[in-house]
């Protein structure tokens, strides 16, 4: 099981570290994508890192802002975000997927409940 948390209320430019922890499995054999969805919007890929840790991948939305990482000896990913804008808004998820690199959802087979985070301007 995987559970997303980290997020809340924070203001425009300020920034969020976001945690995904598995418990009950450990994915430390798998990568680990973050998605978010904003109200009315389809779910989007935001960033990807490898089984390792060594090899991250990002979309467009988080380069330079966000930052993906990830604690084997804690079973966690994290997701760093700085410079936070209102079109940030969404829930966030995190999943697991056997492949590298991919930012399709229908490659990740194990999802997160999801963790709001609100930018407010």
């Known amino acids: 099981q995987l559970q997303a948390y980290g997020g809340g209320l924070v203001q425009a430019g300020g920034s969020l570290r976001l945690s995904c922890a598995a418990s009950?499995?450990?994915?430390?054999?798998?990568?680990v994508g973050w998605f978010r969805q904003a109200p009315g919007k389809e779910r989007e890929f935001v960033a990807q890192?490898?089984?390792?840790?060594?090899?991250?991948y990002y979309a467009d939305i988080g380069k330079g802002r966000f930052t993906i990482s990830r604690d084997s000896a804690k079973n966690t990913v994290y997701l760093q975000m700085n410079s936070l804008k209102p079109e940030d808004t969404a829930v966030y998820y995190c999943?697991?997927?056997?492949?590298?690199?991919?930012?399709?959802?229908?490659?990740?087979?194990?999802w997160g409940q999801g963790t709001l985070v609100t930018v407010s301007s």
């Open positions: 999943a697991t997927t056997q492949t590298w690199i991919t930012s399709s959802t229908q490659a990740y087979n194990y």
């Open positions: 890192i490898d089984w390792s840790g060594a090899s991250t």
């Open positions: 009950g499995r450990t994915f430390s054999r798998y990568a």
